[in-house]
């Protein structure tokens, strides 16, 4: 997109950088540590963030380089890390801004929590996996009935009942409405007791029918609490170990907890039964651990009123999303959108800038301030002189400063910076599909809050490059494609190639086929520029040099005064310009890699420089059809180059720098012109003398003809093809192989046809070919006739198994239905050799 957009002369920006990335970057940093018997505690947090800024100027490189190596366009003089002085000021101020707007506020709710990263993390920070486990059924007794009074609750968390306030039925469930306004002991809790109350969320047939109902550890059981005005209670430390509020189980973690409490179950008589169940579990997408519903003090952004205004933006059309089905996926997350959860117990990453009162309550005494001095001037303000302040521990959510990005890269909140002024809003986002929440969307509502306008006009989301089998990246699975390892291989240019070539959207499986096949076409590349330069004059030869660079071929007088090929392939290099260009506009990558490709390995390549041999080889003295073919040949080549250099930056540019007379490098050099002349009628010519020519590849093929060997022909047609064909009689017989000086062309068949091998070409163009020329008739039929032998045996011997009941019957339906196209493969072999021995056969009765 940069490449392209800068060579069409706009002012073009790719600004690189990289965020902090808060949670992975010190989990990293913890397990370092421990390595060394450290704890982060210990260390305290100036020293810990100290040691995660060492580690992030040793290994933290790691991506820039990769992308660097990969050939990343980008202004690099304003690479930007979301810690930097002026981002993190950025980050304050919208914190600030959002506050005074009433947009942040504080309060203890249900968040995921991290019990080994010791923090909260987001709803879309948890991933959803299927894994065995066990459904326990348990009594809870009706207090003041018999023994036999119970109700039988299934959970699959028993451990969280010592937070359950109380058990649920639906109202409508005739086998417990005798129980609605009673109260049910909960086991191993010393008899607390509960109200059994009735609800419509009760799913009467979920296991027993009958809900516990634990707030403090539940998102459905804490929202329906909350309607109902149940207390809540906690019966879980931040390390995922039961607190005192358990009893007995104090200390133990959740899972020990989950055995030993079963076990005692079983033991008094309340356990009914286990059985094999498949839990959805909640894990952390960082840490991979289980996630634990936990009630924790935090900050959250309230989203609603942001949500309105990124939905509304797209459908103004303000926005676009490429491709377009993600438009649903966009409006259904934030017509559904939840406040999002910023704080995270974290010591690397944006500290909240909020100061507390020594001595005040922290929700509701606090300070919101840029710095620290305009809080203590706050808290003087407030509270007298004498007061104490201190900071916030936790930060904020890595994804609140990278939502920030496009604008405060840019400057803001100065919004008079040259950059903002010049840049903002910028025209395209481009990101892989998995971060349209975490990310775009965000950057969406926070560019619209904080600047007034959508922070770009158009979101292209990539697909995730997969390994060969389609599976995504995992080092479990042990997959992860290194891209420079994969540059080592195949080099960067195949691998942009590669990866450039899929669609909007969709997952590309990463082959070594794919890869091995666009390190052929660099090489193709490589190989064509070494003939271009080797066929041009030589540097010293200024006047021809002259002469090549005055031939221009961008009026229609120039082109139509162009022999054959020449005019066929700059007529083709035009068509191509207009379509790749309109390809690049519309954001069809894989359209401009595919036509790109086609364009140079079959035409160019295969035909024209083929064909440009006979006038740079050839046995004729004409210096002005040289001068010709090495000007197309130079035209030709340096504007395909142009049109790949997006592509494969590397090899292009080192070729048009090879070239003379380059006045600046290729990634700065003008795109091509677009509605060139072309001349429609030369591509319909040369076609036909491409398919004459392939006509009589294929029968010298099919004759066994010896490459080096060339043959006599006739080519008979409409005196206008001959007309144009016998022009171009060296091309002819140079790509075909033929003897120029028994090339003859007529209006009728030759007086030899009988004994020629005739091929049609096109309407109004065929040839024949003497098959003495060819082939040693007598010793051709006795090796068709032996082959034909030895077909027949083959065949019969499967249409015999074909004819056996007992084979059709009994064997599998695939192998079977392999025999019969073995079968129906060797008829159609053996009607061809019959039809060839048939025409020898003829030959043979008629020579002379």
């Avoid at 003089?77 to 101020?93: K, P």
């Avoid at 924790?296 to 377009?324: C, D, N, R, Y």
Wanted: charged share 25%.
């Amino acid at each position: 997109m940069v490449r392209y957009n800068r060579m069409k002369g706009r002012p073009t920006l790719w600004l690189p950088g990289t965020d902090h990335a808060g949670i992975a970057t010190q989990l990293v940093v913890e397990k370092m540590l421990a390595s060394e018997g450290i704890k982060r505690v210990e260390l305290g947090r100036d020293e810990f963030t100290k040691r995660v800024w060492e580690w992030k100027e040793k290994y933290g490189g790691t991506i820039t380089n990769q992308i660097k190596r990969l050939g990343a366009s980008c202004d690099w003089s304003r690479e930007r890390f979301t810690l930097d002085e002026n981002l993190s000021r950025a980050v304050i101020e919208a914190f600030v801004r959002l506050h005074e707007k009433g947009l942040i506020y504080q309060g203890s709710y249900m968040v995921n929590w991290s019990p080994n990263l010791q923090t909260a993390v987001s709803d879309l920070e948890v991933e959803y996996s299927e894994e065995p486990g066990f459904l326990y059924h348990i009594k809870y007794r009706i207090a003041g009935g018999s023994r036999s009074d119970f109700l039988t609750i299934a959970t699959t968390r028993p451990e969280t009942l010592f937070g359950d306030v109380a058990v649920a039925v639906h109202p409508q469930d005739d086998r417990y409405s005798k129980y609605i306004g009673q109260m049910a002991i909960v086991p191993m809790t010393y008899g607390r007791h509960v109200p059994i109350i009735s609800d419509k969320y009760v799913d009467k047939d979920f296991g027993t029918g009958v809900l516990k109902i634990s707030p403090g550890h539940d998102h459905n059981d804490y929202l329906l609490a909350r309607k109902l005005g149940l207390p809540i209670l906690n019966v879980m430390n931040k390390d995922a170990t039961l607190n005192d509020v358990a009893g007995l189980y104090c200390g133990l973690d959740r899972f020990e907890a989950r055995e030993k409490l079963w076990a005692d179950l079983e033991e008094t008589g309340l356990a009914v039964k286990k059985e094999p169940y498949t839990l959805r579990v909640p894990r952390s997408q960082r840490g991979g651990e289980v996630v634990e519903p936990l009630i924790s003090k935090q900050w959250f952004v309230h989203m609603e009123p942001l949500a309105e205004k990124a939905l509304l933006a797209v459908e103004k059309g303000e926005l676009t999303i490429i491709p377009e089905r993600f438009e649903k996926i966009y409006n259904h997350w934030l017509s559904n959108i939840k406040d999002w959860c910023i704080s995270r117990q974290l010591w690397w990453g944006h500290r909240i800038p909020v100061w507390y009162i020594v001595g005040k309550d922290c929700q509701e005494d606090y300070i919101v301030a840029r710095n620290a001095d305009e809080a203590l001037k706050k808290a003087w303000e407030k509270y007298g002189k004498d007061v104490e302040i201190y900071q916030d521990p936790d930060v904020l959510d890595t994804w609140f400063s990278s939502s920030l990005w496009p604008f405060s890269t840019l400057g803001w909140p100065d919004v008079s910076a040259v950059d903002f002024k010049n840049f903002y809003p910028t025209n395209m986002l481009e990101t892989g599909h998995d971060i349209l929440f975490f990310w775009v969307a965000r950057m969406v509502m926070m560019g619209i809050e904080f600047t007034g306008t959508v922070p770009f006009s158009h979101i292209y989301l990539h697909g995730l490059i997969r390994d060969s089998q389609g599976r995504k990246m995992s080092k479990t699975l042990g997959n992860v494609i290194d891209p420079l390892d994969t540059v080592k291989d195949f080099g960067t240019d195949a691998l942009r190639f590669t990866l450039a070539l899929g669609t909007a959207g969709q997952d590309l499986n990463l082959s070594t086929e794919r890869l091995t096949a666009n390190k052929a076409f660099t090489n193709k590349l490589w190989n064509a520029g070494k003939f271009v330069l080797q066929s041009l004059p030589s540097l010293s030869n200024t006047s021809a040099w002259g002469n090549l660079l005055a031939l221009k071929f961008d009026k229609e007088e120039a082109l139509v005064s162009l022999p054959l090929p020449e005019r066929w392939a700059v007529s083709k290099l035009h068509i191509l310009i207009d379509a790749v260009t309109a390809s690049y506009e519309k954001l069809f990558f894989g359209d401009v890699g595919r036509d790109t490709y086609d364009f140079f390995w079959s035409d160019f390549a295969d035909w024209y420089i083929e064909a440009s041999k006979s006038r740079l080889y050839g046995s004729g003295d004409d210096d002005s059809a040289t001068l010709v073919s090495q000007a197309v040949l130079l035209y030709v080549f340096e504007n395909t180059l142009k049109l790949l250099h997006p592509f494969m930056p590397f090899v292009t540019e080192d070729l048009w720098q090879a070239l003379p007379y380059r006045k600046e490098a290729l990634i700065v050099s003008p795109w091509p012109q677009n509605s060139l002349p072309r001349d429609v009628e030369s591509i319909r010519r040369f076609e036909n003398l491409q398919a004459l020519t392939r006509a009589i590849r294929n029968a010298r093929a099919e004759y066994g003809v010896e490459p080096a060997k060339r043959i006599s022909a006739s080519i008979v047609g409409n005196p206008d093809v001959v007309e144009y064909i016998l022009k171009e009689k060296e091309v002819l017989a140079l790509l075909s192989r033929l003897d120029l000086n028994n090339v003859h062309f007529t209006n009728s068949p030759p007086g030899d046809a009988n004994i020629s091998v005739h091929l049609v070409a096109s309407e109004g163009l065929e040839a024949y070919l003497p098959l003495s020329d060819m082939v040693d008739v007598s010793a051709e039929i006795q090796r068709l006739s032996k082959r034909l032998s030895k077909m027949q045996t083959e065949y019969d011997a499967l249409l015999s198994r074909l004819n056996s009941p007992k084979f059709v019957e009994k064997a599998p339906e695939e192998v079977v239905r392999g025999v019969r196209e073995k079968a129906a493969e060797a008829e159609e072999k053996i009607k061809l050799t019959q039809t060839r021995l048939e025409f020898l056969n003829s030959t043979t009765c008629v020579s002379p």
